[in-house]
Every structure is written in structure tokens, then in C-alpha cells.
T-cell receptor
Framework: DVKVTQSSRYLVKRTGEKVFLECVQD?????MFWYRQDPGLGLRLIYF???????EKGDIPEGYSVSREKKERFSLILESASTNQTSMYLC????????????FGPGTRLLVL | QKEVEQNSGPLSVPEGAIASLNCTYS??????FFWYRQYSGKSPELIMF????GDKEDGRFTAQLNKASQYVSLLIRDSQPSDSATYLC???????????FGTGTRLQVTL
């Protein structure tokens, strides 16, 4: 079974703090993704990576950065957290060649006060 | 412009009935489509995917794709209360592995 894990299920941070969200997958997938999910807006892609040290902006990259130093690990960084970044953050991974199925981690619910 | 559209619902069906969930897409280059189920507070889990015109069946689930009409649907036969969830439709375009998700349809299966 594909397993995608995220470092925290719940996180509370203060405005202006630097926040790290980490995602690890154990299936040697080439592609990894970070989404945020908000009521009524669905899943929105923040960044994705198709290889180590490679990254591409998604639909809403502003205020975020990412790091992929190892194939299995993809980190999302909020440089200076703001209240409008309160959301559910979902990480996903997919193999490079087979159809595009994405497998999701359990999610991190972030509250920025 | 949203490329994958879904009615947000809720769609309410009685237990044992067929639930029909629909999705339309605007990008004719979309090649394959995925249906995910998401329980409240949980992450999406894959139900099935389809890339050829026609029907694809997996247990109680049938996905239907009509590329001419740019329409994808998911039928759930013999609906159970445990099927109550939000169903996300997603489309894949080109060789990239990105998916474009709809906002989901909430399904309620009533006793």
C-alpha cells in the first residue's frame, strides 16, 4: 500500500512565524504535491515537484515555498504565517508514468492566530 | 476559470438507491479522470479512474466518460449510509501529473 505521511495533524501558529510542513512518501514516487483545501474552494495546488530539487508553482504559490532535497520528502514552508493561511494542507504523491493517480496524506489542519 | 465543474449538493438519496454524481470539464485535452471520496475531516481517497469512453465498473461503483460531451459521472449502486461523503472529480491533461479538481459534491444517503 502507498503510504503518505505528514508531520502534524494539527498545528497552531502565531502570525509572522515561519512554519514547516513535512510530507514523506514510501513508494519511490517521482511526483509530490502540496494543496490547501478550504470550504467552497476545493483543492488548490500550491506547489508540486517532479524530481529531487525540482519544483513548479501551482495555482496559489504566493506566501509559500517548498523544498525537495530527497525523493521521499517534500516540505512546504510558510515564510511568515498569516491568518489567511489558516487551512487544511494536503500532501500527495504520484508515480511518474502511470496514469497520474495521486495518493494523499492525512492532512495538516493549520490555525494561524 | 475552473476547468472541472461539479454541483456542490447536497445530493440526498435513500439507502439502497443509485446515486448519480456528475462532473463536466472544459479542457478537451483532458485524458483521464479520477473520482475520490472524502469523508469529513479526512483526506481524499481514490475510488477509481477512467480514461476511455464508456463505462468502467468496480464493485458498486461505475464511472462513465463521454468525451464528446465532456462529461464524467460516477454511479453508486445500492447506496449505503457509509457512502455519505464528498466526492471529488479530477481531470488530468497532458503528460504532466497535475490533476485539476472540482469542488466536490456532497452525498447524503438517508435511512
Amino acid at each position: 500500500d502507498v503510504k503518505v505521511t505528514q508531520s502534524s495533524r494539527y498545528l497552531v501558529k502565531r502570525t509572522g512565524e515561519k512554519v514547516f510542513l513535512e510530507c514523506v512518501q514510501d513508494m519511490d514516487h517521482e511526483n509530490m504535491f502540496w494543496y490547501r483545501q478550504d470550504p467552497g474552494l476545493g483543492l488548490r495546488l500550491i506547489y508540486f515537484s517532479y524530481d529531487v530539487k525540482m519544483k513548479e508553482k501551482g495555482d496559489i504559490p504566493e506566501g509559500y515555498s517548498v523544498s525537495r532535497e530527497k525523493k521521499e520528502r517534500f516540505s512546504l514552508i510558510l515564510e511568515s504565517a498569516s491568518t489567511n493561511q489558516t487551512s487544511m494542507y494536503l500532501c500527495a504523491s504520484s508515480p511518474g508514468t502511470l496514469g497520474g493517480t495521486q495518493y494523499f496524506g492525512p492532512g495538516t489542519r493549520l490555525l494561524v492566530l | 476559470q475552473k476547468e472541472v465543474e461539479q454541483n456542490s449538493g447536497p445530493l440526498s438519496v435513500p439507502e439502497g438507491a443509485i446515486a448519480s454524481l456528475n462532473c463536466t470539464y472544459s479542457d478537451r485535452g483532458s485524458q483521464s479522470f479520477f473520482w475520490y471520496r472524502q469523508y469529513s475531516g479526512k483526506s481524499p481517497e481514490l475510488i477509481m479512474f477512467i480514461y476511455s469512453n464508456g463505462d468502467k465498473e468496480d464493485g458498486r461503483f461505475t464511472a462513465q466518460l463521454n468525451k464528446a460531451s465532456q462529461y464524467v459521472s460516477l454511479l453508486i449502486r445500492d447506496s449505503q449510509p457509509s457512502d455519505s461523503a464528498t466526492y471529488l472529480c479530477a481531470g488530468k491533461t497532458g503528460t504532466a501529473s497535475k490533476l485539476t479538481f472540482g469542488t466536490g459534491t456532497r452525498l447524503q444517503v438517508t435511512l
